[in-house]
């Protein structure tokens, strides 16, 4: 099983660590041709706007929507979340616009742009440290998708099919529980495709 992790901006080798620790193979996706040689793809935490304007620079827009199309599961973390979901408060168009949910950036607020929590995680487990630094939430989510974890009353997991997507930095804590999960996603499209 061979993970990417979206190599344009942002907190992409704590990813591959994390997959690592896992027992995956991780490879950072730097040309959109890489797409083909793997059966996942972690969007990392970062700046949206930047890394959108680099996927647009580097051709990756098309490639990106395509992995989607072939159902092969895409997880995304803060910024990556921002990219997955099909709509953005205070956007007219998003990002890649594949995950069932709306999302808010920068809203947890200034006097808190940073904070830690730790959080009970549907089909992960309790006490999971989370890591929120400007961090975006989850407004509301789609019939089909299943909410993985709330913080306060604002969700912070949530699950859309072959989409994961949480709005804090999981792979900022030596904590990996999240990054398993999203290989068992992985592992089941491979079953499927057996
Ligand atoms: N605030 C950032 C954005 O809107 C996300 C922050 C993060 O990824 N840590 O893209």
């Known amino acids: 099983m061979k993970i990417g992790v979206l190599g344009l901006q942002g907190a992409v080798r704590e990813h591959v660590l994390a997959i690592e620790e896992n027992g995956a193979e ?30 647009d620079r580097y051709g990756f827009m098309e490639p990106l929507r395509a992995f989607a199309a072939s159902k092969k599961p895409m997880y995304g973390t803060c910024a990556g979340l921002i990219l997955l979901a099909k709509e953005i408060v205070g956007y007219d168009e998003p990002h890649l616009g594949v995950m069932d949910i709306t999302v808010e950036r920068n809203s947890f607020g200034r006097q808190k742009e940073s904070f830690e929590a730790s959080l009970e995680v549907k089909e992960v487990g309790t006490d999971f440290p989370a890591v929120f630094i400007r961090a975006p939430h989850i407004v509301s989510v789609g019939e089909r998708v299943n909410v993985l974890a709330e913080h306060g009353d604002r969700i912070v997991i949530a699950r859309d099919g072959q989409y994961l997507g949480c709005s804090f930095h999981p792979e900022l804590t030596d904590d990996h529980r999240l990054t398993k999960y999203f290989l068992t996603m992985v592992e089941e499209y491979k079953e499927n495709l057996a």
């Open 26 to 55: 991780a490879l950072v996706i730097k040309r959109a041709e890489q797409l083909e040689e793997v059966d996942g793809l972690i969007l990392p935490g970062g700046e949206s706007t930047t890394m959108r304007r680099l996927i």
